[in-house]
C-alpha cells in the first residue's frame, strides 16, 4: 500500500477508476524537412494556428452563463498569445532556419519564452508562462489534428503532470465528469487551481514524481483536509473503511445544503451576518443561494467590469453593470463597492501602465486612482448616483497612509459637489472605509479609525505583506498562512481600534470562508464576514453548530500561539460538526 500526500484544492472523497495522462513526446518530430515544403509548413502552421484560435472562441460561446465569466478570461489571455507577432514570427524563422516541422518549433520556441518569464521574479510572468505552456499544447494538439476521445476520461480519476486550465474548461464543456484530479505540478493559488474549485473537482496538487508509482485500476482519492492523500493500491478493507467515510461526507454535504433557509445565529443567539463577494460575472450564472439568505454584499470587486471591457467603462455602463450584479438584492440589503483596484496581477488590455520590478509594491488599489484622476471621478459618480435607490457604501482598496485616504475623500467631496450642482440625487451621508491590507494601517489604526465609516479586512494581501511572502509563490508558498499568529494579532489590533472608536469591521479576504478561518475570527470579535458563494452554505451550518461565548475564551490561546501549524490545530477542533 503506498499513501502518496499532496497540496487540497476541492475537498472530497473519490474512489474511482484511473485514467494516466502520460505525456506525448515529440520525438519524431525533430526529424528535418525537405527545403521544398518549408512553405508549405508555414501554411500548416498558419491554418493550425486559426484552428486553435477558432477552437478557443467556440469553446467560450459555449460556456457562457455556465461557468463564471472570470474563469472565461482565460480563454481571452490565451487567443491574445496566439494572435503574438512575435510568438508566431519566431516559431516561422524555426521553421524556415532550421527546417523543423510545426510542432517542433512551437515547443522549442515556447520553452524559451517560458525560461524567459521564470527568471522575471514576478507572479504576473510566471502566471505568462503557465499560460503561454497551455498554448502550446493546445496549438501542438490541433496540428497533430488528433480525434480527441474525450470518453477515455469520464467518470475517472486523472492522474497526469499538468492539465492546463483550457484543457479542463474543454472537457466541461464536452459533459465530461472528472471524477478527480491528481497532479504534479501547480500551485494552490494558479488559475488551474480556481478552475477546479469552481467546477468541483476533488483536486490534489504537488504529488512527487506523479508517474513513477504503483497505479491500480482503482485507487483511494481523499482530498479532505484531514488527510490530503491518494492511495495507490488500496486494499479492499481501505477500500470499505473509506466508502463508509464518502458516505459519511456526502450526507454532511445534504446536510449542510438542507440548512440554507436557516440563519446564521450561534447556539447561544449570537447573529452572525454572512456576505456575499461578487464581481462581474456571477449575474450570468444560477445562483447557488438566494440573495435574500444573505446580509448582502461585502465586497462587489469592480476591476472585474474595468478588465473585461475594451476601453474605460462611462458612468452608464458602470451604473447598468451594477445593477445586473445586483439583481436579486433588495434596496435596504447593504453593498460594499470597492473601487478600482488595479494593478500587480490585475492589469488592463487597453491602459498599459509603466512596468515594475514588483508590481504588488507598486502603482495598484487607490495609487493607481489618484493618479488617474477622472477615472476615478467617473466611478465615484457612478456609485453616488446609484445610491439614490440602494443601500451602497464605498470602500477604498490598498490604502496605506492617512493622506492617501484623505485625498479620496476629497476628490468624493468633489464630486458630490458637482452632482449637486446638477441637480442629481445621491446618498448624502453615504458611508466610505478602507481596506485592511497593509501593515502601515495596522500600526496607525486608532488614526484611521477616527476616520473611517468602517474596515474591511483583506486577508489574502495583508497576509502576504505582514510575512513578506508572495502569496503565489511556488517558492515559499509554504510560509504563506493567514494562520500565523502576526496575522491574526493584526487583524485583533484592528478590532480593537474599530471598537474603541464605534466603527464596523468585517472580514472579505479568502480566510472569511474557510472554516478555519471563520472559527478565528469569530473567537477575536469578528461578526461580520463576506465570503464566495460557494463558501456560504458551508458557513451558515458550522455557525449553528458554535457558542460564541465558547469561542471568545480560546481567543488568548489562539493569540498566544507561536505556529499556524498550532493555530490550525487548535481551530480543528471546533468544526468536526
Not at 486612482?369 to 477615472?375: A, N, T, V
Amino acid at each position: 500500500m503506498e499513501r502518496l500526500l499532496g497540496k487540497c484544492v476541492y475537498e472530497g472523497i473519490v474512489i474511482g477508476e484511473t485514467y494516466l495522462d502520460i505525456d506525448t513526446n515529440l520525438q519524431n518530430e525533430k526529424e528535418n524537412i525537405p527545403f521544398e515544403d518549408i512553405d508549405k509548413e508555414i501554411l500548416r502552421l498558419e491554418i493550425g494556428i486559426q484552428r486553435a484560435i477558432s477552437d478557443l472562441r467556440g469553446l467560450k460561446i459555449d460556456l457562457k452563463g455556465k461557468v463564471d465569466e472570470k474563469e472565461l478570461e482565460i480563454i481571452e489571455a490565451h487567443t491574445l498569445l496566439l494572435e503574438d507577432p512575435m510568438y508566431i514570427a519566431d516559431i516561422k524563422k524555426m521553421i524556415r532556419k532550421e527546417q523543423k516541422k510545426s510542432e517542433y518549433a512551437v515547443k522549442d520556441v515556447t520553452e524559451k519564452f517560458v525560461r524567459l518569464f521564470e527568471n522575471i521574479d514576478s507572479p504576473i510572468y510566471k502566471q505568462r508562462g503557465l499560460d503561454i505552456k497551455d498554448v502550446c499544447n493546445r496549438l501542438i494538439e490541433t496540428l497533430k489534428s488528433e480525434n480527441e476521445d474525450y470518453k477515455v476520461f469520464d467518470e475517472k480519476i486523472l492522474i497526469t503532470k499538468e492539465i492546463y486550465p483550457t484543457e479542463l474548461l474543454k472537457l466541461h464543456r464536452e459533459g465530461i465528469n472528472l471524477k478527480g484530479i491528481i497532479m504534479e505540478y501547480g500551485g494552490e493559488t494558479s488559475h488551474l487551481a480556481i478552475l477546479a474549485k469552481a467546477l468541483k473537482i476533488p483536486t490534489l496538487m504537488g504529488v512527487n514524481d506523479v508517474f513513477n508509482h504503483n497505479w491500480k485500476e482503482r485507487i483511494i482519492l481523499d482530498t479532505t483536509e484531514e488527510n490530503m492523500c491518494v492511495i495507490t493500491d488500496p486494499t479492499e478493507e481501505q477500500i470499505a473503511e473509506y466508502d463508509k467515510k464518502r458516505k459519511k461526507f456526502l450526507r454532511k454535504l445534504d446536510l449542510i445544503k438542507r440548512g440554507a433557509h436557516l440563519p446564521s445565529i450561534t447556539k447561544d443567539g449570537i447573529d452572525i451576518k454572512l456576505y456575499l463577494n461578487l464581481g462581474d460575472g456571477e449575474q450570468d450564472k444560477e445562483n447557488e443561494i438566494s440573495r435574500e439568505l444573505v446580509e448582502g454584499v461585502g465586497l462587489l470587486r469592480t476591476e472585474l467590469i474595468y478588465m473585461k471591457n475594451q476601453n474605460f467603462p462611462t458612468e452608464e455602463q458602470q451604473i447598468e453593470k451594477y445593477a445586473q450584479i445586483l439583481n436579486g438584492f433588495s434596496k435596504e440589503q447593504p453593498i460594499i463597492i470597492r473601487t478600482l483596484d488595479i494593478g500587480a496581477d490585475k492589469q488592463l488590455s487597453y491602459f498599459k501602465v509603466t512596468e515594475e520590478a514588483n508590481p504588488f509594491l507598486g502603482l495598484r488599489g487607490i495609487r493607481f486612482c489618484l493618479k488617474y484622476r477622472e477615472i476615478f471621478e467617473t466611478q465615484l459618480r457612478a456609485i453616488l448616483k446609484l445610491s439614490e435607490e440602494r443601500n451602497i457604501k464605498i470602500m477604498y482598496p490598498m490604502i496605506t497612509t492617512l493622506n492617501e485616504m484623505r485625498e479620496a475623500n476629497k476628490i468624493l467631496k468633489k464630486v458630490k459637489e458637482d452632482l449637486r450642482k446638477e441637480n442629481i440625487k445621491f446618498n448624502e451621508d453615504i458611508e466610505v472605509g478602507i481596506m485592511v491590507e497593509v501593515p502601515s494601517v495596522i500600526m496607525m489604526a486608532e488614526a484611521f479609525a477616527k476616520e473611517v465609516d468602517f474596515f474591511s479586512v483583506g486577508s489574502n494581501d495583508l497576509t502576504q505583506y505582514i510575512l513578506a511572502t508572495d502569496r503565489l509563490s511556488e517558492t515559499v508558498g509554504e510560509l504563506y498562512s493567514s494562520y500565523n499568529p502576526a496575522v491574526l494579532r493584526a487583524i485583533y489590533h484592528i478590532k480593537k481600534a474599530a471598537d474603541k472608536y464605534g466603527k464596523k469591521i468585517s472580514v472579505c479576504g479568502e480566510m472569511a470562508g474557510d472554516l478555519k478561518g471563520l472559527v478565528a475570527l469569530l473567537s477575536l470579535g469578528i461578526k461580520d464576514l463576506s465570503m464566495v458563494e460557494s463558501s456560504i452554505l458551508a458557513a451558515k451550518s458550522l455557525v449553528r453548530n458554535l457558542n460564541y461565548k465558547e469561542l471568545e475564551e480560546i481567543r488568548e490561546r489562539i493569540l498566544t500561539e507561536e505556529t499556524p501549524e498550532g493555530v490550525k490545530e487548535l481551530l480543528k477542533n471546533y468544526i468536526n460538526y
